[in-house]
């Protein structure tokens, strides 16, 4: 029997909270580079009555994008993109961080645009980071959302002398996510299909625990303790704000970027955690 496909790349807490949300009643591919986790969490999603396949995938390689989106098809129709695959500051190297978060997020979209059906519906994780990073100007924000994706790396801002710490790097990714969000939902809705970015702030997962024992790690649990909500967030609040991106409430919107960290970046800019001059 042929299902509505819900292909999902990034077997991680984010990820999966979302998917519980939306992916009842369907197929869902999970792809994860690494095999264990795409594995153990497609196990959790099978014991609570969910259709869940693992495979093995890199988002920065189009090659796996395609064989997913091409074992997706296999079951039915494509209808839905969860892309909660990445690696943090203090996971990965500058380049990494680019070629992952940066690049592999952009083809994904780009791939997935040509296959959606109509009514299908996607979100990507950008960051709560890309926010805090100053503005860049209208010609770079044109190129983030616009050069095309195999000529992405090679952008002159994207190049090593330009970029000071993997902290930037992600940042500059996160911006690009949004960019690309931008440009992208003009063409998915030319499929009659939306995408949408969600950028959280600290969200408690193993990705963020990384965070809090890392280089950065007072400066995350400073970051948390003085905003607004004076906590980190969860998993499923993030998944709260993807369940309405995703259903029929969220119909005219597209294209577009939500922010839930708590007030963490309003507070970076205008209270407690604005860096001293
Ligand atoms: N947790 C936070 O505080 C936080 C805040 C802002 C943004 N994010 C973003 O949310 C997304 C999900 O992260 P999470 O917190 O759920 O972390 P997580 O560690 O629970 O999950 C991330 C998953 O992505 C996978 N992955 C990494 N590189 C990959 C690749 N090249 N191809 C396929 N899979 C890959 C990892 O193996 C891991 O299973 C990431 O993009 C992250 O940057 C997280």
């Given at each position: 029997m042929k299902k509505d496909v819900v292909l999902w790349t990034g077997a991680g807490q984010i990820g999966m909270a979302i998917a519980r949300r939306v992916g009842y009643g369907k197929k869902i591919i999970v792809g994860d580079k690494n095999k264990n986790n795409a594995e153990s969490i497609a196990k959790i999603m099978n014991d609570a009555g969910f259709d869940c396949l693992p495979i093995v995938v890199d988002i920065s390689s189009r090659a796996d994008i395609l064989k997913m989106i091409k074992i997706g098809q296999e079951f039915g129709d494509i209808k839905m993109l969860i892309n909660s695959a990445g690696v943090s500051p203090s996971q990965a190297p500058i380049e990494a961080i680019l070629k992952v978060d940066l690049y592999g997020t952009a083809v994904l979209l780009e791939e997935v645009g040509k296959v959606i059906k109509e009514g299908g519906v996607g979100v990507t994780i950008s960051s709560q980071s890309g926010h805090r990073m100053p503005a860049l100007t209208p010609e770079q924000d044109e190129l983030l959302a616009t050069t095309p994706t195999e000529k992405l790396l090679a952008l002159d801002m994207l190049q090593p002398k330009n970029i000071k710490d993997t902290l930037h790097a992600y940042q500059l990714a996160k911006r690009c996510n949004e960019k690309r969000v931008m440009a992208e939902s003009v063409k998915w809705g030319e499929k009659g299909a939306r995408i949408n970015s969600i950028s959280p702030g600290i969200i408690v997962t193993p990705l963020a625990i990384d965070e809090f024992n890392g280089p950065r790690g007072d400066f995350y649990k400073n970051m948390f303790a003085k905003c607004p909500a004076g906590r980190p967030g969860t998993a499923d609040e993030v998944a709260n704000v993807a369940e309405l991106l995703m259903s029929?409430?969220?119909?005219?919107?597209?294209?577009a970027d939500f922010l839930i960290d708590g007030g963490a970046t309003a507070s970076y800019f205008y209270g407690p955690l604005k860096p001293e001059k």
């Open positions: 029929e409430k969220g119909a005219f919107i597209t294209g």
